[in-house]
């Protein structure tokens, strides 16, 4: 496998530091509203990467933070009169429900920064002790100036427009304007701990490295999150453990999602430009929102607009239709060949940085070949498609769940059958040109006919 590393920038072997074995974190949500489509698009492809590491052999430990205390919680909170705690519990269910209900099943476990209190306070101290941190009246921060290194994952060291900049930390005494919090002294009227850092609480980097270095130790595989938080956050989580530690690199690789955008720009609740996963799930079944998903690379940034559900629809139906074709009890060794050789494209296209689109084109194409070739599919499509669907979890091959639209159309089939069986060729090409006005695109084979959405 290769995998491109944000932080070599270039595709590189894929070895984890225990062979066989693989230690992965994703930065997740800050629970302080509901989650949108731009978190479903990252935690869903972050989701197939996991899969894929455990169908490929690997024992993979998949951890996701849980943002619980953080500015922007305790804004928001006030805005509703409740306890910040009271919101993030809220919306952490929420999210985890969203989660289940996109079948985004691959973390095996969410760590809440404020259970992590005390390896927060451990690790700001390590900085403190080893000259990497000072404090001023409103809390501890990390001095920029004593890591050289700090600008080695996204090549640089400054701020710019489209950064994620919420929670860049002001203050007029700060020895260097990128230097930010570790630790936020007490504010009245906010959620505090008393520590021997001084009462306050965690700045916003120092959750996660404090969580990483709780569950994996100062350094681990695979680091995830969306491109937007390779500037500033996942510079000082480098920052942090590195200058912490002693020791480097942080983490083997670093892999980071394109955005989802919509009218070209960025999906961003700060911007109000969002749909929460609720709303779409309640126009899109779950199925269909991760092919689009999925059907894009991850590295990608990708267009959301009012056709990508329709036409990530049309694209399963296509592979659903072929389902229906299969006898699974037919060997259907005249076609092996065909099928070992799509297997090979699709992981060869999955071996090459989780290329998603690649692997779905290998798909296609062994579809439209079986089609071609006269032979009905049987046992070896059975288990490839099963192979795919265990990994993408797009597709659904259930006879009985399709859809009234579906039965409709099954039926306008049955029937040109039998007018093309009676040698009424016009009436039946009469339902070949309906279901074409449709948008309906149909195909005799040998093994009987499949149809889609879209040509």
């Known amino acids: 496998m290769i ?109 809440r920064a404020l259970d992590h209190i005390d390896d927060i306070v451990v690790q700001v101290q390590a900085l403190i002790d080893r000259g990497h941190a000072y404090q001023l009246d409103d809390g501890w921060y990390f001095d920029l100036t004593t890591f050289p290194r700090y600008g080695k994952l996204s090549g640089r060291t400054e701020t710019r427009p489209e950064d994620a900049l919420s929670r860049v930390d002001e203050n007029e005494q700060k020895r260097n304007p990128g230097d930010f919090a570790l630790w936020k002294a007490r504010k009245p009227g906010e959620p505090y701990w008393d520590t021997p850092l001084g009462p306050g609480r965690p700045g916003w980097h120092i959750e996660d490295t404090a969580i990483t270095e709780a569950l994996f130790g100062p350094q681990y595989d695979l680091h995830g999150g969306a491109v937007d938080l390779i500037f500033p956050h996942h510079e000082a989580e480098i920052a942090q453990m590195e200058s912490a530690s002693g020791r480097e690199p942080l983490v083997r690789y670093w892999m980071h999602t394109g955005f989802l955008r919509v009218g070209g720009d960025k999906m961003s609740k700060s911007t109000g430009n969002f749909t929460t996963i609720r709303d779409a799930l309640a126009e899109t079944d779950y199925r269909t929102l991760r092919h689009v998903f999925l059907s894009q690379h991850y590295r990608s940034s990708m267009e959301l607009d009012e056709n990508t559900p329709e036409q990530a629809r049309g694209a399963r139906r296509r592979v659903e239709n072929f389902w229906r ?37 290998a798909l296609f194409d062994y579809i439209r070949e079986h089609n071609r070739s006269g032979q009905q599919p049987g046992r070896g499509a059975s288990e490839f498609l099963n192979e795919v669907n265990a990994l993408f979890d797009t597709f659904d091959f259930a006879a009985d769940q399709a859809g009234s639209e579906d039965a409709a159309i099954e039926e306008l089939l049955n029937e040109r059958r039998r007018l093309r069986g009676e040698k009424k060729f016009a009436e039946a090409d009469s339902i070949r040109n309906e279901l074409r006005a449709r948008g309906i695109t149909i195909e005799d084979t040998a093994a009987g006919t499949c149809w889609w959405l879209g040509n």
Do not use: W
């Not at 998949?62 to 519990?89: C, F, S, V």
């Not at 809220?90 to 973390?107: C, F, G, P």
């Not at 060949?337 to 690649?358: H, I, W």
């Open 325 to 361: 074709l299969i006898n699974a009890g037919h060997d259907d060794r005249a076609t092996r060949e065909l099928t070992e050789r799509a297997r090979d494209k699709f992981y060869e296209r999955m071996d090459d940085d989780f290329d998603t689109p690649g692997s779905l084109v």
């Open 3 to 111: 995998i491109y590393n944000t932080l070599t920038r270039r595709k590189e072997q894929f070895t984890p530091m225990e062979p066989g074995v693989v230690r992965m974190f994703v930065c997740g949500p800050t629970v302080y509203d509901l989650s949108h489509i731009g978190h479903a698009k990252t935690y869903t492809q972050f989701d197939l990467v996991a899969r894929y590491l455990r169908a490929r052999g690997y024992r993979v430990t998949y951890a996701q933070n849980l943002t619980d205390i953080d500015d922007r919680i305790i804004r928001r909170a006030a805005e509703l009169g409740i306890p910040p705690q009271q919101l993030a519990k809220e919306n952490e269910q929420a999210y985890l429900e969203d989660m289940a209900a996109l079948h985004n099943t691959s973390v095996d476990v969410h760590e």
